[in-house]
């Protein structure tokens, strides 16, 4: 016998072998092709159209003062934009193919990182006089962009694990309060009012959505109300009074703290209806401070209008809506309660930047969402949208 053979088949080892691999390989290759073919379509194009539009109003908000502030660079922002933009978006499509409900598996490692850099870097080298970035050479990394997804990570586990007991304090009040004072603590030492706010309101969500009973918010609230007033008046971060005054009346001090919500108010007062046209914005030449970041939703309105801004913001609101659907038609609790969290923190985000940006709110410098500069913050949230996208998988919702 020239070729020892497999005594139960009666084929060569050799052959047999390439088979199964064959087999395995095209196994695999198969059920990749079905997981894509199950990913929500309406929802991945809402967030391909939400990253190209944010990515072309940054650049429109940004070129201006990237010339006059990065030695005539007038693509500075959106080159970087770009790359992060790239990156973020094949870990999305990576992140995808990943079974949605094994990411309960990292749900330590996640907290637990989140809270070792939110450590970190507070002893670092201050960046704009606080501690929120990490220095790595090429780039800054931002730790508070972890957290938000640690706590709805964290949250999304624990109201799983103990669904019949979070109506209880020790057991759905107790757990989040521990974790969400850590982690406010830490990000009020940096200072990172904004991200406090996020964090807690990410926090209460995935409390409610958990089913934690309703007269423990009433006493949650008060804490939490007690504890900011605390540490307003404890001087921590006094420039939050500063911004209250100013946000009760900026004309009282025009060329100072006021400046930033009163360019803001004349570029969306400015656009009309139909606005000055994409890229005719004046007030980012100079007059709104870092238009690409924060307020990057004024030039929206100066250059798009009332009709494109109302676009835009429907563009959250139909992603708001179609993340929810796909979660909460997800069979797995654990699948339904992370969906819910990652779309509310989209959600919240962005309404708290619009309510900034249009002065109904204190300027607490809340990023808008896929059109704010920040790589940190892109990549994190286009992987955010990966595990969501993992969701939609097993979801039930009727397909459009």
Excluded at 51 to 77: E, K, L, P, Q, T
Excluded at 203 to 222: D, E, K, P, Q, S
Excluded at 280 to 302: A, G, M
Aim: one cysteine or more.
């Amino acid at each position: 016998m020239t070729k020892e053979t497999n005594i139960r088949k009666g084929k060569p080892i050799e052959e047999e072998n390439r088979s199964w691999f064959s087999g395995v390989w095209g196994s695999a290759k198969n059920t990749l092709l079905d997981r894509k073919q199950n990913v929500d379509m309406v929802l991945l194009w809402l967030i391909i159209a939400l990253v190209v539009c944010g990515i072309i109003m940054m650049y429109s908000a940004s070129f201006a003062y990237a010339y006059y502030n990065r030695d005539g660079d007038s693509n500075f922002f959106f080159r970087n934009q770009l790359i992060f933009a790239v990156i973020g978006l094949v870990g999305m499509f990576a992140v995808s193919l990943f079974p949605a409900v094994r990411f309960k598996n990292f749900n330590l490692l996640v907290l637990t990182i989140s809270t070792v850099l939110l450590i970190v870097v507070l002893f670092l080298p201050k960046v704009n006089g606080v501690h929120r970035w990490i220095n790595l050479g090429v780039t800054t990394f931002q730790p508070s962009e972890i957290t938000k997804f640690a706590v709805i990570l964290f949250g999304a586990t624990w109201a799983d694990s103990h669904a019949d007991k979070m109506h209880t304090f020790k057991w759905g009040v107790l757990p989040f309060m521990c974790v969400l004072g850590a982690s406010a603590f830490l990000l009020i030492l940096e200072p990172h009012l904004s991200c406090t706010v996020i964090v807690m309101l990410l926090g209460l969500t995935m409390m409610w959505v958990g089913g934690t009973r309703l007269v423990w918010f009433a006493g949650l609230g008060i804490v939490i109300a007690t504890g900011i007033v605390a540490v307003i008046l404890s001087g921590q971060i006094g420039y939050s009074s500063a911004r209250i005054e100013v946000w009760l009346d900026p004309f009282a001090d025009p060329l100072g703290d006021g400046w930033q919500n009163i360019q803001a108010l004349y570029a969306i007062s400015s656009g009309g209806l139909f606005g000055s046209g994409l890229g005719n914005s004046r007030q980012k030449y100079l007059y709104i401070s870092e238009p690409q970041n924060d307020f990057v939703f004024s030039v929206v309105c100066e250059e798009l209008g009332f009709i494109g801004a109302a676009l835009v913001i429907a563009l959250f609101v139909v992603f708001v809506w179609r993340g929810f659907t796909v979660s909460v038609n997800n069979p797995n609790r654990f699948c339904k309660l992370l969906g819910i969290g990652i779309t509310a923190q989209v959600g919240w985000q962005a309404l708290l930047n619009m309510a900034v940006v249009t002065k109904m709110v204190p300027n607490t410098g809340i990023s808008l969402p896929f059109f704010s500069y920040g790589g940190t913050s892109l990549v994190m949230l286009l992987l955010e949208m990966g595990v969501l996208l993992a969701i939609s998988r097993g979801s039930t919702a009727k397909r459009i």
